[in-house]
């Protein structure tokens, strides 16, 4: 059974930094894709960030270009977010997602992914 396992969420102060992870485990993939999705209460989920572990191209929403990183260890199957100058709008709790096919289009949309982590959440205080 394939799992996506994140860790790393936490509270931190406008400004702070945090590093996220997310563990892929029980598939044979040997390219596929990768994203962060966050949702925001009573809110959708809505893409962050995205990579394929294949080419190791990397996509982002406009709202954290600049101050996000995603990227990935295929030998550890992980893929990791490091967020800097978190603001307070980037609280929210965040999911890792994985799907083995996608087009580019489809990056940021969560309906074609189809594994998910349980989430973690992210505290940004002014």
């Known amino acids: 059974q394939i799992q996506a396992v994140e860790s790393g969420g936490g509270s931190v102060q406008a400004g702070g930094s945090l590093r996220l992870s997310c563990a892929l485990s029980?598939?044979?993939?040997?390219?596929?894709?990768m994203a962060w999705f966050r949702q925001f209460p009573g809110q959708e989920r809505e893409g962050v960030a995205a990579?394929?572990?294949?080419?190791?191209?990397?996509y982002y929403v406009d709202s954290v270009k600049g101050r996000f990183t995603i990227s990935q260890d295929n030998a550890l199957n992980s893929m990791y977010l490091q967020m800097d100058n978190l603001q307070p709008e980037d609280t929210a709790t965040y999911y890792c997602a994985a799907a083995r096919r996608l087009v580019v289009s489809w990056v940021f949309m969560g309906d074609h992914y189809d594994h998910w982590g349980q989430g973690t959440q992210v505290n940004v205080s002014s």
């Open positions: 990579i394929y572990t294949g080419s190791g191209d990397t």
């Open positions: 029980g598939h044979t993939y040997m390219k596929y894709w």
